[in-house]
């Protein structure tokens, strides 16, 4: 088998013009917000800049997608300084080597889970609870930019302590700091909501009106390192900037974790795998839809797990898939993945050669970046369709966002999944069960609530839509006696199973006493539409051989057959 990627034996002459194109307009982009989010993380900055070479790479080489750009993302950044933040302090030698463990260990996991096939595990993170976890990040984000955006102080400690910290420190606000960030701030967001159609109204294609206006925060940065340079408000003002950032490309080393280090971080780090391979995975088949192609969520958590620690390698953190970078790489015309190798390339030259540009740019405009970033994340769309169909998953997405904002993204995304399987075995506990009748003229049953249909007296039919198992089986006893008891003729019943997938251990205990009461009774169990799967394994049963020539086919069948007995 061929190491060589499949995208790469078979690339077209055709392609090189727009992964040239896109790999460039990407760099612009990833530049300001790589550097953004590792300070977001608690990183030097030149760290979110090392996260965005070898990563790309590595996913090129192994990923799925032919668009997806990974490298560093605002929820991923705020989970790394989540979990690192009660073990060292930011800023330090200490915080950069977790930072570095915690995306190999993560990366670790995500290589095995794909060697291990389990790329299924996209599934068990529902939608309301990825909505509820990153809309409550993207609300801690915000609350925890608002700092440098005023120039203040404030220790960094939960939401709610922030938020009071923030109005204490509103007298010692930085009037010129303000002023660059609101700046930036009111500049991004018109630049969101209008540069486009401006562009466009000007005769502009609306493809390159759109590529432009997601380049506005490079625009933001020029524009601020300018000012601040000119007018040296880093002396004259006490405007906090990036300051000196290191030359040169990082230096290749992997040190493995201990195992007291693999004890603190492989929560932390199988929640950002976890949370980053399903972000992953929902943007690039979004984008693969619009060109016929399929992405492999097994070869996805390949190229993820390969990413995370490539990034660890040279001295990274926890990176993946990031929605804004991959849509501009797509819209930019990229045609496979390298676009993303001709973006790292360019990284690593700016990081060879240009981080000097860097040393007057402002927190505030990084905060400001950040800020518009992750306010487009907060998902209303999704609470109020939920809230209007499904009112459990409405409450699972809120619980999640204020989870994550009263106590933290561990706990919070915990909440969520736990409060969504809770729902899901609360259903699972009270199924739908129908009595059903026959359609006239037909051999089609149905609800007899809900349809016109003929019964037999004496025969009871129950539809049960649901597998059987330990939290429901009750349920179907109960109801089978409340009909019983609510019709003295009947002398037959027959469970009708088309629905059901599974009888576990409990539920054929259940089944197993219920039949013997009802034949004590002088009543009848029968079953019909039993899957071939569930008979297999009921056929060795006691139940199962108490049962023979009661378990008929189809509903007409048992009909026919115990109405002419």
């Not at 995208?7 to 790999?23: E, F, I, N, P, V």
């Not at 960094?156 to 700091?177: D, F, H, I, M, R």
């Not at 609510?486 to 469970?495: N, P, Q």
């Not at 297999?536 to 007409?556: E, I, W």
């Amino acid at each position: 088998m061929s190491l060589t990627p499949q995208w790469l034996r078979h690339y077209q002459k055709a392609w090189l013009a727009g992964d040239l194109t896109a790999g460039l307009i990407v760099t612009v982009m990833l530049i300001p917000q790589s550097l953004a989010y590792a300070l977001l993380a608690g990183l030097p900055p030149e760290v979110g800049l090392y996260a965005s070479i070898l990563p790309i790479v590595a996913y090129a080489l192994l990923g799925s997608s032919m668009t997806l750009a990974v490298g560093p993302v605002a929820v991923a950044s705020l989970m790394t300084a989540s979990a690192i933040a009660p073990l060292a302090v930011a800023g330090t030698a200490e915080y950069a080597a977790l930072a570095v463990q915690l995306s190999l260990i993560s990366g670790a996991m995500l290589l095995a889970f794909g060697v291990m096939r389990l790329g299924f595990l996209a599934h068990f993170l529902s939608h309301p609870v990825i909505s509820g976890f990153i809309t409550g990040s993207a609300v801690v984000i915000a609350i925890g930019q608002l700092k440098h955006l005023l120039g203040v102080r404030v220790p960094s400690s939960s939401t709610w302590e922030t938020l009071k910290g923030l109005v204490l420190a509103l007298p010692q606000t930085n009037v010129a700091t303000l002023a660059l960030g609101l700046g930036s701030l009111i500049f991004l967001v018109v630049a969101r909501r209008y540069l486009s159609g401006w562009l466009v109204r000007m005769g502009m294609p609306a493809k390159v009106a759109e590529l432009l206006t997601k380049l506005a925060p490079m625009v933001a940065v020029i524009a601020s390192i300018a000012v601040v340079a000119l007018a040296r408000l880093d002396l004259s003002a006490k405007v906090s900037v990036v300051g000196v950032v290191p030359q040169g490309l990082p230096h290749m080393e992997l040190a493995l974790p201990g195992l007291s280090t693999v004890g603190q971080l492989w929560l932390p780090a199988l929640l950002i795998a976890l949370v980053g391979f399903v972000e992953s995975v929902s943007v690039a088949q979004s984008l693969a839809l619009k060109r016929q192609q399929r992405i492999a969520p097994n070869k996805e958590l390949l190229g993820l797990g390969a990413a995370n620690i490539a990034s660890a390698l040279s001295g990274g953190y926890p990176v993946t898939g990031g929605f804004a970078r991959s849509v501009v790489n797509f819209a930019a015309g990229a045609n496979t993945p390298l676009a993303g190798v001709v973006s790292a390339a360019l990284m690593a030259l700016v990081i060879a050669s240009m981080t000097g540009a860097f040393y007057y740019l402002p927190h505030a405009v990084l905060a400001a970046t950040i800020i518009v970033a992750v306010v487009s994340l907060v998902d209303f769309d999704t609470l109020k369709e939920a809230w209007h169909y499904d009112r459990a998953d409405a409450l699972s997405l809120m619980a999640t966002a204020l989870g994550v904002i009263a106590m933290g993204v561990e706990v919070g995304i915990l909440m969520g999944v736990a409060l969504s399987l809770g729902v899901l075995v609360w259903r699972s506990s009270r199924p739908h069960m129908a009595v059903v009748g026959r359609v006239p003229g037909t051999e089609h049953f149905r609800n007899i609530e809900r349809h016109s249909v003929e019964t037999v007296p004496g025969l009871l039919a129950l539809r049960v839509d649901e597998s059987l198992f330990f939290a429901n089986a009750s349920a179907l006893e109960d109801r089978v006696e409340d009909l019983i008891r609510a019709d003295a003729t009947v002398r037959r019943v027959v469970l009708v199973c088309s629905a059901v997938n599974q009888i576990d251990t409990t539920a054929l205990g259940v089944l197993t006493e219920l039949h013997a009461s009802l034949a004590k009774r002088g009543v009848s169990l029968a079953l019909a539409e039993v899957k071939g799967p569930v008979m297999d394994r009921l056929q060795h049963t006691a139940l199962g051989r108490a049962l023979q020539g009661r378990v008929f086919q189809s509903v007409h069948a048992a009909f026919t057959a115990l109405r002419a007995a």
